[in-house]
């Protein structure tokens, strides 16, 4: 007997997976309206102990011993910058990461993993979604950054910036594509995610400059491409310099997105048969 | 149907289908350490091994409807699993509408449409429409093919009014009719249904019955349909497969099932308060019949308890049984004679009960 198949191209039946896991995701966050409470509030909360914390180490929004390990004397908007491409890290890690486990939490897992497409799709939409919000977050605290830090932004600045965003959520993608592969064999992601977000805030210079680091910390944290980007974008919107002066971190940026997605793909494959195998892909 | 068995075209067949699970006995950090302080000596590899589906074949005809009967435990549940590609079996195969389980995934997966694990395998903060919309994407449907469907469906489901609500509302009857619909969606030739009506009241499974039986019948669907319900097999099922211990003991006509029970050598009796030894005391006096039953009833409800003697020449000793149960002042209600069920034959196949929690987890 035949098989019913797609009479639509390949490319627009992938897109549609990719739109329906967006829309679906987007509606289970609207389902729950306290979820707009964090929404307001989140944005403004995360500045606040990064500038009180600021203000009570360097007296003030500048600091000379700072510009001197820095290269700016400014450490609100070096330190709101960090905030701002951190959140991402957060919210990439640990809702991708977690999808496939709420997946199999809610018993859907099973059908999703049985389904005729591409799963990687799939993954892509999650991680989309999960993108959304951060990118709604990181406009809010980008917005602050302009009425009350003085930052400005101009063409010539917003599109390097977003190029690099772009190349460190890819990063995060192939890292949380680890961690939802992880899930499937150990169910339990979000604790790994936490763990990996503070790698992240510790070893990639969000607060502090990179050398401020020992040496061996610094070795670790370039292996992350959240440094590569906080590297780029404060020279960017702080010191004014181009993204051709930029090439070297985007060229580390582009080789840790390649490796990190390449692994995590082979990883999530590789742990979607094992569990087929052992019969505990449904378990949660 | 008239059909050649020699023929290799069968909508599923399974291929020396074989599974095989390790029990985990220390699990987490609490049994690592006991396990550790303990030192325990490793055992033999099998006993911590369940074999869920041994060596199994089976083959199902294009447009039919097949029973997998069995109880919890029996293996019905890994058998639609390893057929949907969720689960990879460790020795054998199988086919499904021409596409083999391990070598052509994305063909078996198009060519199935399943119902399996109830109704918590949807989302329940979506609308039903949401749902549908969503799994029919994964199925690479065109958006407008997929609205026509879901209306089509829904309609038939008698769902259509209530489609924009969201799941949490919903029945647990009327969430199952939605992954029924969602196994329909992209039309597929083969239908896995893994106990459809479980948990359902009289009037929907009646109704998910009615359902199943059309889909077969009307639309020439292959149905695997695995059940403990001896009555839903019997009912809807062509030819019925009974599986106890991962192992598929026998397949045919519900008819021809029955008739491996001989007119003879079954015997039914319903009486109250029978003594609790009254099986050995049977055993003792009528050596030669294979299987004494007691099925307790709920007797403060008027449910009588029934006494099953099966195989041998269970006819020859209904004197002797009767006599006994007057003498320990038992009160009979009614005797049967010859008028086997699916279960009796489960209990004439493999000596246990068809209702009896098995190894528990299929």
């Not at chain 1, 990883?267 to 979607?272: A, G, T």
């Not at chain 2, 029945?171 to 479980?198: F, N, W, Y």
């Amino acid at each position: 007997m035949e098989v019913s198949t797609s009479q639509q191209s390949p490319l627009r039946s992938n897109y549609f997976i990719v739109w329906s896991e967006i829309v679906k995701n987007l509606k289970f966050l609207l389902a729950y309206p306290v979820v707009f409470i964090f929404w307001a509030v989140f944005p403004v909360f995360w500045f606040i102990p990064f500038i009180l914390q600021g203000e009570a180490f360097v007296g003030g929004l500048q600091s000379q011993s700072f510009a001197d390990i820095s290269g700016t004397p400014d450490f609100i908007p070096f330190v709101v910058l960090g905030a701002l491409l951190n959140s991402y890290v957060l919210t990439s890690l640990y809702g991708m990461g977690e999808s496939i486990r709420r997946e199999a939490y809610r018993g859907t897992l099973d059908y999703i993993l049985s389904a005729p497409c591409n799963k990687a799709f799939i993954l892509i939409g999650k991680a989309l979604s999960e993108s959304i919000s951060s990118t709604i977050f990181a406009f809010t605290q980008l917005a602050i950054c302009i009425l009350f830090f003085g930052i400005e932004l101009t063409l010539g600045i917003i599109i390097p910036v977003i190029f690099i965003v772009i190349l460190l959520i890819l990063g995060l993608y192939g890292m949380a594509l680890i961690l939802a592969a992880l899930s499937l064999r150990y169910k339990q992601a979000h604790d790994l995610a936490h763990t990996m977000e503070y790698v992240f805030s510790v070893f990639s210079p969000v607060r502090y400059p990179l050398a401020s680091l020992p040496l061996w910390a610094q070795i670790l944290g370039k292996a992350l491409p959240l440094t590569y980007a906080l590297i780029a974008v404060r020279s960017i919107m702080l010191l004014n310099q181009s993204l051709m002066a930029l090439h070297l971190e985007v060229l580390l940026l582009l080789v840790i997105d390649a490796v990190a997605i390449f692994l995590g793909f082979y990883l999530f494959n590789w742990m979607e048969e094992r569990t087929k195998k052992s019969g505990t892909i449904s378990h949660f | 149907m008239v059909y050649n068995e020699e023929s290799n075209d069968y909508s599923i067949q399974t291929i020396d289908l074989t599974k095989r699970f390790t029990k985990k006995k220390h699990r987490g950090i609490f049994g690592f350490l006991r396990k550790s302080r303990k030192k325990e000596k490793p055992k033999s590899k099998n006993s911590d091994i369940v074999v869920a589906l041994d060596h199994v074949n089976v083959k199902v005809r294009p447009g039919e409807l097949f029973g997998l009967l069995g109880p919890n435990g029996a293996g019905k549940t890994t058998l639609v699993k390893c057929l949907s590609t969720i689960l990879i079996p460790d020795k054998g195969t199988a086919v499904v509408n021409g596409f083999d389980i391990r070598k052509q995934t994305s063909m078996v997966r198009a060519s199935l449409g399943m119902v399996i694990g109830g109704e918590r395998t949807l989302y329940w903060k979506l609308t039903a429409r949401d749902n549908l919309m969503y799994f029919a994407s994964l199925y690479k449907m065109p958006r407008k093919q997929t609205k026509r469907r879901i209306e089509e469906l829904l309609e038939i489901m008698q769902l259509s009014d209530r489609a924009d609500e969201r799941l949490e509302d919903y029945s647990t009857g009327m969430r199952q009719k939605i992954a029924i619909v969602r196994a329909l969606l992209h039309d597929p030739p083969v239908l896995l249904l893994d106990e459809p009506t479980l948990g359902l009241d009289p009037t929907f499974s009646r109704q998910i019955r009615n359902q199943i039986k059309e889909l077969a019948e009307k639309q020439g669907k292959t149905v695997l349909l695995t059940t403990h319900y001896m009555e839903e097999a019997d009912q809807l099922c062509d030819r019925i497969a009974v599986i106890n211990n991962g192992k598929v003991i026998a397949v045919d006509t519900s008819d021809n099932l029955k008739a491996l029970v001989k007119e003879t050598e079954l015997v039914e009796i319903a009486c109250y308060n029978p003594p609790s030894d009254i099986r050995a005391h049977i055993k003792l006096h009528c050596p030669d019949v294979e299987i004494i039953e007691l099925i307790h009833g709920n007797e403060a409800k008027g449910t009588p308890s029934r006494i099953k003697l099966i195989g041998g020449k269970a006819e020859e000793h209904i004197g002797t049984v009767m006599d006994m149960l007057r003498k320990k002042n038992v009160r009979i209600c009614s005797l049967n004679i010859g008028m086997p069920t699916l279960e009796d034959v489960f209990i004439k196949l493999t000596g246990a009960r068809l209702t009896e929690s098995g190894r528990g987890g299929s």
